[in-house]
């Protein structure tokens, strides 16, 4: 069950990402009197350099920010928005009528909020907290790493040979766009090894513009127009004008309690209300009484996500064309009623809303003060469109793909309409100061593993290193499939795995340490001596690391 990993301790400062540059990164400026947001941008940075086929600055982020001086966590949505031009009619025209395809120019099509998410925390670090790091420092080793190299991890290694598999055109083969080609692939036409060093020269000099222009120059300056001018002629329906009118949001977190904690999350478009419902969900059943890791802790974690899955799927979207009922649905005496539902010996084989209307990086920072940053950074798929735009050596996401082309659907496609977003970044509070920051990539599997932690550490007393090692199920879908499975990693028994089956649950079993659950990262405060507990994911690449 466990690597060996001890937790992390330390006094002052932790951060936990899945790479262990990046991990360094944010120590180093937490070292130099940075700030958790510094501390952040930075590592995030790296991490859009290091560890290419999870994030880039191609891609989206999403944070949750605690303010130690005024005790409040504030919400920033940097997830883009569709081109004006991406209508349903304007796919149907280019002969698309079921769904955008995942890869290539016409996946490319929703503005890249990431870069606009760091210079809005940057911002908000300066006014708020008392930042005092330049823009153009945060931004330094991530310029040394696109220019100067870093070692290929495993998980990119494995990634890459799966994407230049020739099995299916649409989802792989990814070589046949030639920017992948040339920025990820060696000279062989094979996978770089794990180990070897990759250097990524376009992407070091547009983020040396980045550093000496400033943030505007990837939206109403010459960066973003060189962007734009690509993938608008090879097919995207993004423009200039879409980059020159994205902005983020500031927004209210979500919230509910769970065992005395404050829980928190993102609003819609993200997929935070099922993260709180889930939680709400199991908060009625006494889960200590079942066992960690027993089948009927996994059957009631399937359930309960089944019936949060459904009113997400039902409500989440861009909040500016639907607004969802949140109080309703995040209602404890509704989630007693849903939880009624889950039948103890048999898996419900679809449940609906009731209520009725309408690949990823984790990072977690706690500074010296107490101020807290959660943050996930995502392209979507794994290298995302697998489009790089051109001579500026950015990878664009996917996320768009997102969008249904079904006029009646809740997320159907729209101008300027955020997409359905899987990313939630979590935070638990104690007595309205941090207890729990943390965050995970996996898609589907983000609240499941979110509620595998937490359940882990609230109900079941792990440190948070164990929280994440411990053996982990995941219950959803994979490169959009219509059905959804339950897959363990093989570390469950045999016999837990005939015991769901013959629930009904469809089981798949997966390896001991299957990246499918996700790369789960974490800080725990302690509430009286106020040390920094950290853990990272071992199915990933990173670290956890204080001072």
């Known amino acids: 069950m466990e690597t060996g990993r001890p937790v992390s301790t330390a006094l002052r400062g932790m951060v936990a990402t899945p790479h262990g540059l990046a991990t360094q990164t944010g120590l180093r400026v937490l070292r130099e009197g940075g700030n958790a947001i510094e501390a952040a941008?930075?590592?995030?940075?790296?991490?859009?350099?290091?560890?290419?086929?999870?994030?880039?600055?191609?891609?989206?982020?999403?944070?949750?920010?605690?303010?130690?001086?005024?005790?409040?966590?504030?919400?920033?949505?940097?997830?883009?928005?569709?081109?004006a031009a991406a209508t349903i009619g304007w796919y149907r025209e280019r002969g698309v009528t079921d769904a955008i395809p995942p890869r290539g120019p016409l996946a490319a099509n929703t503005v890249p909020g990431c870069v606009d998410g760091w210079a809005q925390a940057h911002?908000?670090?300066?006014?708020?907290?008392?930042?005092?790091?330049?823009?153009a420092a945060l931004l330094a080793d991530a310029i040394v790493y696109a220019e100067d190299g870093f070692p290929v991890t495993p998980s990119q290694e494995e990634c890459t040979t799966h994407n230049l598999e020739a099995s299916d055109d649409r989802i792989r083969h990814l070589q046949r766009f030639e920017g992948f080609r040339n920025a990820y692939v060696g000279r062989n036409g094979q996978p770089v090894p794990r180990g070897q060093v990759m250097r990524l020269p376009a992407l070091a000099a547009s983020l040396?513009?980045?550093a000496r222009e400033g943030p505007e120059t990837f939206y109403r300056g010459n960066l973003g127009r060189r962007i734009a001018d690509f993938l608008q002629r090879h097919g995207s329906p993004l423009t200039a004008e879409?980059?020159?009118?994205?902005?983020?949001?500031?927004?209210?977190?979500?919230?509910?309690?769970?065992?005395?904690?404050?829980?928190?999350?993102?609003?819609?478009?993200?997929?935070?209300?099922?993260?709180?419902?889930?939680?709400?969900?199991?908060?009625?059943?006494?889960?200590?009484?079942?066992?960690?890791?027993?089948?009927?802790?996994?059957?009631?974690?399937?359930?309960?996500?089944?019936?949060?899955?459904?009113?997400?799927?039902?409500?989440?979207?861009?909040?500016?064309?639907?607004?969802a009922p949140l109080d309703r649905l995040l209602d404890k005496t509704y989630a007693a009623e849903r939880a009624r539902r889950i039948s103890p010996s048999r898996a419900a084989p679809a449940v609906v809303s009731g209520i009725a209307g309408g690949d990823t990086v984790a990072l977690a920072v706690v500074d010296?003060?107490?101020?807290?940053?959660?943050?996930?950074?995502?392209?979507?798929?794994?290298?995302?469109?697998?489009?790089?735009?051109?001579?500026?050596?950015?990878?664009?996401?996917?996320?768009?793909?997102?969008?249904?082309?079904?006029?009646?659907?809740?997320?159907?496609?729209?101008?300027?309409?955020?997409?359905?977003?899987?990313?939630?970044?979590?935070?638990?509070?104690?007595?309205?100061?941090?207890?729990?920051?943390?965050?995970?990539?996996?898609?589907?599997?983000?609240?499941?593993?979110?509620?595998?932690l937490v359940?882990?550490?609230?109900?079941?007393?792990?440190?948070?290193?164990?929280?994440?090692?411990?053996?982990?199920?995941?219950?959803?879908?994979?490169?959009?499939?219509?059905?959804?499975g339950l897959y363990l990693e093989g570390r469950f028994s045999q016999a837990t795995a005939a015991e769901l089956t013959h629930r009904g649950h469809p089981v798949e079993v997966l390896g001991d340490w299957s990246e499918s659950m996700g790369h789960a990262q974490g800080i725990v405060i302690d509430p009286q001596s106020g040390v920094r507990f950290g853990g990272a994911d071992p199915r990933g690449d990173g670290s956890a690391a204080g001072y």
């Not at 999870?54 to 966590?73: F, H, K, P, Q």
Request: aromatic fraction near 10%.
């Open 41 to 83: 941008v930075a590592a995030a940075a790296t991490i859009a350099v290091v560890y290419p086929h999870m994030n880039s600055l191609g891609g989206d982020n999403v944070w949750l920010i605690y303010s130690a001086r005024t005790r409040e966590v504030r919400g920033l949505n940097a997830t883009g928005r569709a081109a």
């Open 123 to 135: 911002a908000f670090s300066r006014e708020a907290l008392g930042g005092r790091l330049p823009w």
């Open 208 to 210: 040396r513009d980045l």
């Open 242 to 323: 879409d980059f020159a009118a994205h902005t983020s949001t500031w927004v209210e977190p979500l919230r509910t309690t769970y065992r005395g904690y404050t829980a928190l999350s993102l609003p819609p478009n993200t997929q935070g209300l099922a993260a709180l419902s889930l939680l709400n969900l199991l908060e009625v059943h006494d889960l200590t009484s079942y066992g960690d890791g027993s089948p009927d802790y996994l059957h009631v974690m399937v359930e309960a996500t089944k019936l949060a899955f459904a009113d997400r799927d039902r409500w989440v979207t861009d909040p500016d064309w639907v607004k």
């Open 368 to 452: 010296a003060a107490g101020n807290a940053v959660s943050l996930i950074q995502s392209i979507y798929f794994d290298y995302g469109s697998g489009i790089v735009a051109g001579d500026t050596g950015i990878l664009m996401q996917n996320r768009g793909t997102f969008f249904s082309l079904d006029p009646g659907h809740v997320n159907a496609l729209a101008p300027r309409k955020r997409t359905f977003h899987t990313l939630i970044p979590a935070m638990f509070l104690h007595d309205h100061r941090p207890y729990l920051v943390y965050g995970t990539m996996g898609g589907e599997g983000q609240p499941q593993t979110q509620a595998a």
């Open 455 to 484: 359940t882990r550490v609230v109900d079941f007393g792990y440190d948070i290193q164990a929280a994440i090692e411990a053996p982990r199920w995941l219950y959803g879908r994979t490169w959009g499939l219509p059905t959804r």
